[in-house]
Nanobody, 124 residues
Framework: QVQLVESGGGLAQPGGSLRLSCAAS????????MGWYRQAPGKQRELVAV????????NYGDSVKGRFTISRDNAKNSVSLQMNSLKPEDTAVYYCSATGIWFSDGPFDNQIYWGQGTQVSVSL
């Protein structure tokens, strides 16, 4: 069983910053890819950013490149998203994800796990 718990959402003004954090818990030895997705009302869930376990691969959605930075701490099975220069169109529910998990008490699981989501709202 894996739980992903997000924190750090809230309200920001355009041009402002927010930082999201997510911690994974369970019988986890390691996580391959961690990341963030978002879903705005009436829209499909979209990629924000993902990062590999080896820190050597980061991928960002086109709309956030140059403004958002993803990082992770493998020792804590956690991932963070620093969001700068926020725009109203960044308003969405942000979901933490974990894909490819090595469990201490079971086989490797390549499915994607999701957090419960945290609301980010950007407005004056």
């Amino acid at each position: 069983q894996v739980q992903l718990v997000e924190s750090g959402g809230g309200l920001a003004q355009p041009g402002g910053s927010l930082r999201l954090s997510c911690a994974a818990s369970g019988s986890i030895d390691a996580i391959n890819v961690m990341g963030w997705y978002r879903q705005a009302p009436g829209k499909q869930r979209e990629l924000v950013a993902v990062i590999s376990r080896g820190y050597d691969s980061r991928n960002y959605g086109d709309s956030v490149k140059g403004r958002f930075t993803i990082s992770r701490d493998n020792a804590k099975n956690s991932v963070s998203l620093q969001m700068n220069s926020l725009k109203p169109e960044d308003t969405a529910v942000y979901y933490c994800s974990a894909t490819g998990i090595w469990f201490s008490d079971g086989p490797f699981d390549n499915q994607i796990y999701w957090g419960q989501g945290t609301q980010v709202s950007v407005s004056l």
